[in-house]
């Protein structure tokens, strides 16, 4: 089964490379130093001050950067200044780590004079910054990811690491559950809820995975969800979709912003390379849906789109 897609996927794993070499920097002896409890991430929009706290114990770094990696983190309102998603700081946690390593308090600006000039110009840029806070003189280290719980939320799990459609389809097997499929606008609601809660340590989600494919053979095949259900009668497909029909046989969720009177940012169906590495959200793998086992939430529609 051969077919062909190009998509450009670097700027969506650039943070994540930063933060794999960081973490070495900044712990040498990781593999050898137990982790730490209570792992905090903040993302601090420019021109803004955040307070890092942790009382009676101190700040241990373990990765920060100053610019962009994503085009729907802290939005000013003007689209030409979030399409450079390539912004990334080599200095920053440098600098972060000379003024708030091994202090109880530290008060952090994300701006252009605190971080040594402008890594982009003509972009809106974040700080986005990664620590723990341990006893004085601790032999801990800083764990290199955040426990999955985290990230549980009415039974479905996020699943920050970029992974295949595949790769994503096996994690989520390899651990008793699936790929979440969506057949109801519930549930719908329920995925957009928790990409809105693991917004402040990861950013915007702007796609992940779910459980829609179809046959690569037949170009005309239905999109099903993972194991043979065909797409019924609750749709979200984005306006533009199908995007690629000829050789796009996963589904992802792409996100296209708040909806008036919603404080989180809606999701809409997109076909997409299967190959592409997205983070992905798995549910349980006996089917029951979000709103079966939590109260029901009010929703926008149950009707094709």
């Not at 897609?5 to 900044?26: I, P, R």
């Not at 030409?80 to 091994?102: F, M, P, W, Y």
């Not at 994503?168 to 809105?196: F, K, N, P, W």
């Not at 065909?230 to 708040?258: D, I, M, N, T």
Request: proline share 7%; charged share 15%; aromatic share 8%.
């Amino acid at each position: 089964m051969l077919h062909f897609c190009f998509t450009t996927t670097v700027h969506q794993v650039m943070w994540s490379l930063l933060l794999s070499v960081q973490l070495l920097a900044s712990c040498s002896s990781i593999a050898l130093c137990p982790g730490a409890e209570g792992t905090k991430s903040h993302m601090i929009c420019e021109g803004s001050t955040k307070q890092l706290d942790c009382g009676a114990d101190v700040i241990q770094i373990y990765a920060a950067n100053y610019g962009r990696t994503n085009n729907c983190s802290c939005s000013d309102g003007v689209p030409a200044h979030l399409k450079n998603t390539d912004c990334l700081k080599s200095t920053t946690l440098d600098t972060v780590k000379q003024k708030c390593e091994g202090e109880q308090t530290c008060s952090l600006t994300a701006s252009n004079g605190d971080f040594g000039g402008d890594p982009c110009g003509g972009t809106f840029k974040y700080l986005n910054i990664s620590y723990c806070c341990l006893p004085p003189d601790s032999p801990l280290c800083c764990p290199t990811y955040q426990p999955v719980s985290n990230y549980t939320q009415n039974g479905l799990v996020f699943v920050p690491e970029r992974m295949s459609w595949v790769e994503a389809l096996h994690h989520c097997a390899e651990r008793g559950s699936r790929l979440v499929h969506i057949l109801d606008s519930c549930t719908q609601v329920r995925v957009e809820e928790l990409l809105a809660m693991v917004a402040p340590c990861w950013g915007c989600v702007e796609k992940a995975w779910v459980g829609l494919e179809r046959c690569m053979i037949n170009p005309h095949a239905p999109w099903e969800w993972s194991g043979g259900a065909v797409v019924g009668h609750y749709q979200r497909w984005s306006p533009s979709f199908p995007h690629k029909p000829c050789c796009f046989h996963c589904g992802q969720l792409l996100q296209e912003g708040a909806a008036p009177g919603q404080e989180h940012r809606t999701y809409r169906w997109q076909d997409a390379c299967c190959r592409e590495k997205l983070p992905f959200i798995c549910a349980p793998a006996n089917g029951t849906q979000p709103c079966q086992v939590n109260s029901p939430v009010t929703s926008t529609d149950d009707t094709a789109s």
